[in-house]
Protein backbone atom coordinates (compact mmCIF):
# COMPACT_ATOMS: atom_id res chain seq x y z
CA UNK A 1 0.00 0.00 0.00
CA UNK A 2 1.56 3.21 -0.79
CA UNK A 3 0.97 6.01 0.40
CA UNK A 4 -1.25 8.73 -1.69
CA UNK A 5 0.00 11.59 -3.08
CA UNK A 6 -1.52 15.29 -2.30
CA UNK A 7 -3.07 16.23 -5.63
CA UNK A 8 -5.09 12.59 -4.89
CA UNK A 9 -6.66 13.59 -1.53
CA UNK A 10 -9.37 15.51 -1.28
CA UNK A 11 -9.43 19.14 -0.97
CA UNK A 12 -12.61 19.26 2.06
CA UNK A 13 -11.57 19.68 5.55
CA UNK A 14 -14.59 17.32 6.71
CA UNK A 15 -13.23 14.76 4.11
CA UNK A 16 -9.60 14.89 5.08
CA UNK A 17 -10.93 14.55 8.55
CA UNK A 18 -13.11 10.93 7.85
CA UNK A 19 -9.92 9.75 5.55
CA UNK A 20 -7.99 10.77 8.77
CA UNK A 21 -10.20 8.81 11.47
CA UNK A 22 -10.06 5.59 8.63
CA UNK A 23 -6.50 5.32 8.67
CA UNK A 24 -5.78 6.09 12.49
CA UNK A 25 -8.65 2.86 12.96
CA UNK A 26 -6.41 0.81 10.73
CA UNK A 27 -3.18 1.87 12.04
CA UNK A 28 -5.17 0.71 15.42
CA UNK A 29 -6.34 -2.20 13.95
CA UNK A 30 -2.74 -3.19 12.52
CA UNK A 31 -1.20 -2.69 15.66
CA UNK A 32 -3.40 -4.93 18.28
CA UNK A 33 -2.90 -7.95 15.24
CA UNK A 34 0.80 -7.55 15.61
CA UNK A 35 0.51 -7.48 19.60
CA UNK A 36 -1.64 -10.64 19.38
CA UNK A 37 0.66 -11.94 17.38
CA UNK A 38 4.01 -11.28 19.10
CA UNK A 39 2.02 -12.42 22.32
CA UNK A 40 1.40 -15.66 20.34
CA UNK A 41 5.31 -16.37 19.34
CA UNK A 42 6.63 -15.13 22.56
CA UNK A 43 4.11 -15.33 24.86
CA UNK A 44 4.49 -17.45 27.63
CA UNK A 45 3.09 -21.20 26.38
CA UNK A 46 -0.25 -22.85 27.84
CA UNK A 47 1.51 -25.96 28.53
CA UNK A 48 3.49 -24.40 31.80
CA UNK A 49 0.37 -24.12 33.82
CA UNK A 50 -0.37 -25.58 36.83
CA UNK A 51 -3.83 -27.51 35.33
CA UNK A 52 -2.48 -28.37 31.91
CA UNK A 53 -0.49 -30.84 33.46
CA UNK A 54 -2.96 -32.30 35.47
CA UNK A 55 -4.78 -33.82 32.26
CA UNK A 56 -1.38 -35.98 31.36
CA UNK A 57 -1.89 -37.61 34.78
CA UNK A 58 -3.80 -40.49 33.38
CA UNK A 59 -1.59 -43.34 32.32
CA UNK A 60 -0.12 -42.57 36.39
CA UNK A 61 -3.63 -42.58 38.00
CA UNK A 62 -3.89 -45.78 35.86
CA UNK A 63 -0.59 -47.66 37.47
CA UNK A 64 -1.70 -46.61 40.69
CA UNK A 65 -5.06 -47.82 40.84
CA UNK A 66 -3.68 -51.05 39.73
CA UNK A 67 -1.01 -51.10 41.75
CA UNK A 68 -3.20 -50.75 44.63
CA UNK A 69 -5.72 -53.89 43.61
CA UNK A 70 -2.49 -56.38 43.31
CA UNK A 71 -1.09 -55.20 46.52
CA UNK A 72 -4.70 -55.73 48.31
CA UNK A 73 -4.92 -59.06 46.11
CA UNK A 74 -1.71 -59.98 47.98
CA UNK A 75 -2.84 -59.14 51.18
CA UNK A 76 -6.18 -61.15 51.21
CA UNK A 77 -4.16 -63.90 49.95
CA UNK A 78 -3.65 -67.13 51.96
CA UNK A 79 -0.64 -66.57 54.06
CA UNK A 80 0.75 -70.17 53.22
CA UNK A 81 0.37 -69.15 49.12
CA UNK A 82 2.21 -66.03 50.11
CA UNK A 83 5.39 -68.19 52.04
CA UNK A 84 5.43 -70.66 49.18
CA UNK A 85 6.52 -68.93 46.82
CA UNK A 86 10.49 -69.51 45.46
CA UNK A 87 12.76 -66.71 47.13
CA UNK A 88 14.33 -64.92 44.18
CA UNK A 89 18.57 -65.44 44.43
CA UNK A 90 20.00 -61.99 45.23
CA UNK A 91 21.90 -60.61 42.18
CA UNK A 92 25.71 -59.92 43.25
CA UNK A 93 29.25 -61.40 42.87
CA UNK A 94 30.16 -64.75 42.95
CA UNK A 95 33.50 -64.96 44.91
CA UNK A 96 36.52 -65.61 43.06
CA UNK A 97 38.10 -69.09 42.99
CA UNK A 98 40.59 -70.49 45.77
CA UNK A 99 43.56 -71.16 43.36
CA UNK A 100 43.74 -67.19 42.82
CA UNK A 101 46.74 -65.59 43.88
CA UNK A 102 45.85 -63.07 46.81
CA UNK A 103 47.12 -59.70 47.59
Excluded: C, H, Y
Aim: zero cysteines; aromatic letters at 2%; glycine letters at 2%.
Amino acid sequence: MTAPSPQSLPDDIDALKTLLLKKEQRIDLLEEQIRLLKQKRFGASSEKSDQQAELFNEAELIDMMESASEAEALESAAPAQREAAPRKAKPGRKPLPADLPGS
